[in-house]
């Protein structure tokens, strides 16, 4: 086909967009590969019909590096042929698409095989970035397929595309997988997505699986539920009695970081005994309990403690509960983990400002013209783990600063924080 098409000399023109597709028709199958690949390098959009009808080859290399293409050219005309390559009959293939549909839609790099097939083990504060926007139905229903599938590959996927996706759409089909038996990892990605979205009302009726046997799941389940506790007015109640009754320490620490991450009220004598655990764990979930409930009573007994911790993760969480018992002085151990930078730190605290956005961040902004360039820089994009309107104003105001660098961290963290408030706006009830 391309010796008709005539070769590619430094006497005759290169071949156009139009050109390739006709190569991507009608060529050898080592001249389709080309063809994919040359469209995708020239993001040719007015090529992405021909792409589309080529997921039809007969030749699972052709489709392959089709879907690559199609995945590479940034332009909504992709989507429904995306959707379509899910549920391609090449097993690679199908794992290509869903690699692609993740950066596409994450506007990240393509990820790697093993990032992607490889179960959700933990959720840090937001594991994942915020689709830029909302998942086409062709492939909102590919996936529907794959975790109808009954192949516990295709269903773990799908299960976390949920979540990674934010595919509110798919909370029945998932709450419907709890009700059968599933493998474990299957499990566990599926309560990481529902817990991920805050899928309350499949949530709500999921609360029996807050005594898996399984401690692993347990945990998972735990951590999903108190993402609702909210909508979920009994969790705390059934928790409660879960750690009073369990007599495992295992499961019974499991229970306790659950009451922990909802503030449980009845449990703040066993988080002030938790202040002196020898154990870090307890001592860290015993502050980051009280902090959230935030009774000016127990500061005193959290004060002691913070001058005898030398666990800097402790301490974080010690300054996060005195701040949000009245000690306002406290911020200053904010601007320390902003100072330092520590990743771990600052997801540690990324998790407070998701929950509490529009008290901890007005603090840190008034810092803003004391610190240096790194730390400011720091402190706008820790503002994008905010799931608070109220606090773009303390963006805005930087979108014009001189430093670029600044201004665009602050134009990302505004967007973020936009996108996630319309998101869960439009999650179904």
Same mark, same amino acid.
């Given at each position: 086909m391309l010796s008709v098409l005539g070769p590619v000399t430094a006497q005759n023109p290169p071949l156009t967009a139009t050109d390739w597709q006709q190569v991507l028709q009608s060529g050898s199958v080592e001249e389709k590969i080309q063809a994919a690949q040359t469209l995708a390098d020239l993001q040719a959009i007015e090529a992405v019909p021909a792409l589309g009808a080529a997921l039809d080859d007969r030749e699972p290399k052709v489709r392959f590096h089709v879907i690559r293409a199609l995945g590479s050219i940034q332009d909504p005309a992709v989507e429904p042929f995306l959707g379509k390559a899910l549920l391609d009959t090449d097993r690679d293939n199908r794992v290509e698409a869903y690699r692609y549909i993740l950066a596409y839609y994450l506007g990240m790099p393509v990820p790697t095989v093993l990032q992607q097939v490889f179960p959700v083990l933990f959720r840090p504060p937001r594991a994942e970035r915020v689709p830029w926007k909302r998942v086409h139905p062709a492939i909102v229903e590919g996936f529907r397929r794959w975790v109808q599938s009954k192949d516990s590959r295709w269903t773990l996927m799908a299960v976390q595309a949920v979540g990674r996706l934010w595919l509110f759409e798919l909370t029945p089909d998932l709450a419907q997988l709890l009700s059968e038996p599933q493998p474990k990892d299957v499990v566990l990605g599926t309560f990481w997505s529902l817990?991920?979205?805050?899928?309350? $009302?499949?949530?709500?009726?999921?609360?029996?699986?807050?005594?898996?046997? =399984?401690?692993?799941?347990?945990?998972?389940?735990?951590?999903?539920?108190?993402?609702?506790?909210?909508?979920?007015?009994?969790?705390?109640?059934?928790?409660?009695?879960?750690?009073?009754? *369990?007599?495992?320490?295992e499961r019974r620490s499991i229970y306790f970081r659950g009451l922990a991450y909802? !503030?449980?009220?009845?449990?703040?004598?066993?988080?002030?005994?938790?202040?002196?655990? /020898?154990?870090?764990?307890?001592?860290?979930?015993?502050?980051? !309990?009280?902090?959230?409930?935030?009774? /000016?009573?127990?500061? *005193?007994?959290? !004060?002691?403690?913070?001058?005898?911790?030398?666990?800097?993760?402790?301490?974080? &969480?010690?300054?996060?509960?005195?701040?949000?018992?009245?000690?306002?002085?406290?911020?200053?151990?904010?601007?320390?983990?902003?100072?330092?930078? =520590?990743?771990?730190?600052?997801?540690?605290?990324? $998790?407070?400002?998701? *929950?509490?956005?529009? =008290?901890?961040?007005?603090?840190?902004?008034?810092?803003?013209?004391?610190?240096?360039?790194?730390?400011?820089?720091?402190?706008?994009?820790? &503002? &994008?783990?905010?799931?608070?309107?109220?606090?773009?104003?303390?963006?805005?105001?930087?979108? =014009?600063?001189?430093? !670029?660098?600044?201004?665009? &961290?602050?134009?990302?963290?505004?967007?973020?924080?936009?996108?996630?408030?319309?998101?869960?706006?439009?999650?179904?009830?």
């Open positions: 817990g991920q979205i805050r899928a309350c $009302s499949a949530l709500g009726r999921l609360l029996s699986w807050g005594q898996a046997s =399984d401690s692993d799941v347990l945990e998972r389940a735990v951590w999903a539920l108190a993402q609702c506790h909210r909508e979920i007015p009994a969790l705390g109640d059934v928790l409660w009695k879960a750690y009073s009754d *369990e007599k495992k320490p909802i !503030g449980y009220a009845p449990a703040a004598p066993v988080f002030l005994q938790g202040l002196t655990s /020898p154990s870090a764990e307890v001592r860290r979930y015993a502050a980051e !309990g009280l902090g959230r409930l935030g009774k /000016p009573e127990n500061a *005193e007994a959290v !004060g002691r403690a913070f001058l005898q911790e030398e666990d800097p993760a402790i301490r974080l &969480a010690m300054d996060f509960a005195l701040f949000r018992m009245g000690r306002l002085d406290h911020d200053v151990g904010f601007v320390r983990t902003l100072q330092q930078g =520590d990743a771990t730190r600052m997801a540690q605290l990324a $998790s407070y400002v998701t *929950e509490y956005a529009f =008290d901890i961040l007005p603090a840190l902004f008034r810092y803003m013209d004391r610190l240096d360039a790194g730390t400011q820089r720091r402190l706008v994009r820790l &503002a &994008a783990y905010a799931e608070d309107l109220a606090v773009l104003p303390l963006l805005e105001k930087y979108l =014009d600063h001189p430093d !670029g660098s600044l201004a665009a &961290a602050a134009f990302e963290a505004i967007k973020e924080i936009r996108q996630v408030a319309r998101f869960r706006s439009a999650a179904p009830e």
